[in-house]
T-cell receptor, first 117, second 114 residues
Framework: GAGVSQSPSNKVTEKGKDVELRCDPI?????LYWYRQSLGQGLEFLIY????????KSGLPSDRFSAERTGGSVSTLTIQRTQQEDSAVYLC???????????????FGDGTRLSIL | AQKVTQAQTEISVVEKEDVTLDCVYE???????LFWYKQPPSGELVFLIR??????QNEISGRYSWNFQKSTSSFNFTITASQVVDSAVYFC???????????FGKGTRLSVIA
């Protein structure tokens, strides 16, 4: 379909391992966002990309988290040395970003459910 | 600081009843945007509506209606004649004119019983 695509749908890994989560935004959407949804914490913003601008990393919880966006399209969220508290659903969203003040809605993917054993 | 409060954690209604989901927000910005999203059991967040802070006109879309009141910082969502398919978690969210990420409320889980 034409929506935001995330992979894998589910990921189970052992504590201490690194994981990579992928997001393919809606074609033509220049803004891409990562959020995390966990029990008790609700939906938390992680990082935001807009075109070729430097990403807004203000929501990343620790330096074990990083993300990149190649060619202004696909994004990868990497979590190094995973901890049990990293278990959550990681959601990616994209929007027609026309600058900092865009009021366009964000469209979300189905998410990646990450479980750290 | 921005904050969105959805005081109702869970609501259960019988089919065909009307139900209102409350949303109260806090922001110091004079220009901002409010959103409602639906998260059905399948997990995907589905965009329902966006409201600009300078537009207080209420909106109706089928069985859905939204009541935006700046005076009370509220953006409530009403479902008329609820149906089982309305069962989901509903999130209210706020975005500042000066900031990009959405600030979400904790969500309200709505269960519509046949």
């Amino acid at each position: 379909g034409a929506g935001v695509s995330q992979s894998p749908s589910n990921k189970v890994t052992e504590k201490g391992k690194d994981v990579e989560l992928r997001c393919d935004p809606i074609s033509g959407h220049t803004a891409l966002y990562w959020y995390r949804q966990s029990l008790g914490q609700g939906l938390e913003f992680l990082i935001y990309f807009q075109g070729n601008s430097a990403p807004d990393k203000s929501g990343l919880p620790s330096d074990r988290f990083s993300a990149e966006r190649t060619g202004g399209s696909v994004s990868t969220l990497t979590i190094q040395r995973t901890q049990q508290e990293d278990s959550a659903v990681y959601l990616c969203a994209s929007s027609l970003g026309t600058g900092l003040n865009s009021n366009q809605p964000q469209h979300f993917g189905d998410g990646t459910r990450l479980s750290i054993l | 600081a921005q904050k969105v409060t959805q005081a109702q954690t869970e609501i259960s209604v019988v089919e065909k009843e009307d139900v209102t989901l409350d949303c109260v927000y806090e922001t110091r910005d004079t220009t901002y945007y409010l959103f409602w999203y639906k998260q059905p059991p399948s997990g995907e967040l589905v965009f329902l509506i966006r409201r600009n802070s300078f537009d207080e006109q209420n909106e109706i879309s089928g069985r859905y209606s939204w009541n935006f009141q700046k005076s009370t910082s509220s953006f409530n969502f009403t479902i008329t004649a609820s149906q089982v398919v309305d069962s989901a978690v509903y999130f209210c969210a706020l975005r500042s004119f000066y900031s990009t990420p959405l600030v979400f409320g904790k969500g309200t889980r709505l269960s519509v019983i046949a």
